[in-house]
């Protein structure tokens, strides 16, 4: 997968995630041109809904990023997102979107290099036009 | 609204947060002397406030309405019918379900795998719904036609005014259900069964085959069931089924063939209250409110069981009881209708 489309929607918490994809910034390290990155306050925060538009706007993938286990900003904002997940990629199942095509992970504060070769290995393994 | 609109007065009606309120129930046309067909009035004001791009404020952060329109698109290639085969998710009596490729009665679906991933956390038995309905439909001796590549009906879409959409559904599924050659539909959803019955003619022509709910197929067939539990029940009406298409004693028949006694609530039948909330727009307090009186009409029966015949109507109740403090005084058992008959069969 090459260029700008299909394009890889990666939602990263405020805090660690966000933290990494700021260092990889800096730090100049490359991720594919096709990823754009959405930052959210808590991985928590988001809903089945927002990730399913991605998909139904033409995303060939979603990614989301938090913090590392016992991390969280928050307290509990890893378990809802777990939660709202596992719901999302049941949803996505219903709807034919392979598994492949979302993942969630996370990427600790000033991990760069974790955030672009987490970007970069998730983006790899889809399939070039968008569908699975 | 509706004077405003002949009057010319109602060009603020479009930008109207009330536009969006209307449960759509019908309970103002059963009632109204002047025979003002409220229903086609806001469906058409809708239609129109969407082409302007407006729209209500979606419940569920609009997962429902994302999903529903991702099934427009015709490459979609489904996993719908995991549920057919999942006997984790239910109990023992729901094995071994029949559908078989050719048959002259189809089982219209509709969203329930996807209502019972949404709403596990509340105990929605969307799956125990469809699951049941193929179980008693084996029971009358048919085996369904369960389509892999159904979409959503479209009944939300259409009442929240997207039209095009809707129409995209609409003849997605024309399309698949007149392949079959089948006669029949029967579907367990009441929104379903209007909108396939009522909407798809107006909208992709006659679909050459009858719409059923299930309800009104159950009762014009002997079940046959010995081992009749008693059991004291009350019936909310579904507004689709009730006032939308008719069917009120259908259902009752079907309570009293499994040995039940019904009870009605205060409201019941043409004049039933609503479960508080349409096509996933514009919860809220108001929403609550009405699904708390309902479920206190529901009480005040000394009923042990509150049955519906809608996935949506079972969705609004638990929710309601979800919360509680409302658990706390009104927590009643609510069941379909069509599961009580799958495990009266046994």
Known sequence: MSGTEPRVIVYTCNWNAYSGLETAGIQGLPYPANVHPIKVMCLGRLHPGLILQAFQHGAAGVLLLGCPPEECHYGFGNTRAEELFQQTAALAHLLGIGEERLGLDHVAAGQGEAFATKVRQFTEHLSGDGRS | ?346
């Not at chain 2, 603020?12 to 059963?30: F, I, K, P």
């Not at chain 2, 367990?188 to 992709?204: F, I, N």
């Not at chain 2, 029966?301 to 109507?313: P, Q, Y």
Request: negative net charge; proline residues 3%; contains cysteine.
């Open chain 2, 1 to 346: 609204m509706v004077e405003e609109t002949i009057t010319g007065a109602g060009n603020g009606l479009l930008e109207s947060d009330q536009l969006w309120a209307c449960l759509t129930c019908g309970r103002c046309t059963e009632v109204c002397p002047s025979d003002v067909r409220f229903l086609g009035f806001i469906r058409d004001v809708r239609t129109l406030a969407r082409e302007s791009g407006r729209q209500g404020r979606c419940s569920h952060g609009a997962t429902i309405q994302t999903w529903m329109r991702m099934m427009a698109d015709p490459g979609l290639d489904q996993n719908r019918l995991d549920w057919l085969n999942d006997e984790a998710a239910t109990g023992r009596h729901l094995r071994g379900l029949r559908t078989a490729k050719a048959s002259d009665t189809i089982y219209f679906v509709g969203c329930l795998p996807h209502y019972e991933v949404l709403f596990s956390k509340i105990g929605a038995q969307a799956v125990e719904i469809a699951q049941s309905a193929v179980k008693v439909l084996n029971h009358l001796g048919i085996e369904p036609i369960v389509l892999a590549d159904e979409r959503c009906c479209g009944h939300d879409l259409l009442w929240e005014g997207e039209l095009d959409t809707f129409r995209r559904l609409a003849a997605l599924n024309a399309e698949r259900l007149r392949a079959t050659g089948a006669q029949r539909i029967v579907t367990t959803c009441p929104e379903c069964a209007r909108t396939l019955k009522l909407d798809y003619p107006q909208h992709v022509g006659d679909l050459g085959m009858e719409v059923v709910h299930i309800s009104h197929l159950i009762a014009e067939n002997e079940l046959g069931i010995q081992d009749r539990g008693a059991r004291k029940v009350t019936y909310h009406d579904p507004c689709r089924l009730a006032r939308h298409m008719d069917i009120r004693e259908e259902p009752r028949q079907v309570l009293s063939a499994l040995g039940s006694e019904v009870v009605e609530m205060q409201h019941s039948r043409a004049r039933a209250l609503c479960c508080g909330t349409s096509a996933w727009t514009h919860c809220g307090a108001t929403a609550k409110r009405l699904q708390v009186d309902r479920l206190r009409e529901a009480k005040e029966t000394g009923a042990e069981t509150l049955v519906t015949s809608c996935a949506k109507c079972q969705i609004h109740f638990k929710c309601a009881l979800d919360d509680p403090r409302v658990a706390d005084e009104l927590n009643i058992e609510i069941k379909d209708l069509v599961t009580l008959v799958a495990e009266a069969i046994g």
